[in-house]
């Protein structure tokens, strides 16, 4: 078993899944109030949502194999270093968990980049070996597939897209 967590520019979901089949998610959107204590109220929701879910379906933190982030912007090493849409800078959300629920195996990642291998695997992108895929949410976020492989860039981690200011 997976636990999933999306963190995105406006919500924040938390998710068991088995497999390819998720078992249970809860949900809830930021509100404008919270913006100014925002790294506390991930850390809180987090926490809170696996708590219940493992509760509610009987299962020890144990049994969890690894649990996945994907947030907005730049990260490195497991800390969100910018999400300019969220204000977050150097937050170490990955440290968070593991000191809480004493489990070593968790990854952060880019959502844009999270959406993108979601959509090669199982969606609209299984049969393209080579595309270019936007995430349209709060912010703009992208990736790019040549041969059937993941691009990786070296200085935004999810081909993130940025307005010019003249």
């Keep these: 078993m997976k636990i ?35 790294c506390e109220v991930i850390e809180n929701t987090m926490i809170e949502y ?12 144990k049994e969890i194999e690894r649990i996945g982030l ?9 800390v969100m270093v910018r999400a300019e849409n969220l204000g977050i800078a150097n937050f170490d959300i990955t440290g968070v968990l593991k000191k809480h629920f004493n489990i070593e195996n968790i990854s952060l990642n880019n959502d844009a980049k999270c959406a993108a291998i979601c959509e090669k695997i199982y969606g609209s992108l299984k049969s393209y070996d080579d595309a270019v895929f936007m995430c349209l949410g709060t912010g703009i976020g992208g990736a790019v597939f040549l041969d059937g492989n993941l691009l990786m860039p070296k200085r935004n981690p999810g081909f993130e897209l940025r307005t010019c200011n003249n």
């Design 4 to 38: 999933g967590i999306d963190i995105g520019g406006s919500h924040i979901a938390v998710g068991l899944v088995d497999n390819d089949k998720i078992i249970d998610i809860r949900e809830r959107d930021f509100l404008q109030e919270e913006r100014d204590r925002i």
């Design 50 to 61: 696996i708590s219940k879910i493992l509760t509610k379906n009987r299962i020890s933190i």
């Design 70 to 78: 994907a947030v907005p912007g730049k990260n490195k090493d497991g």
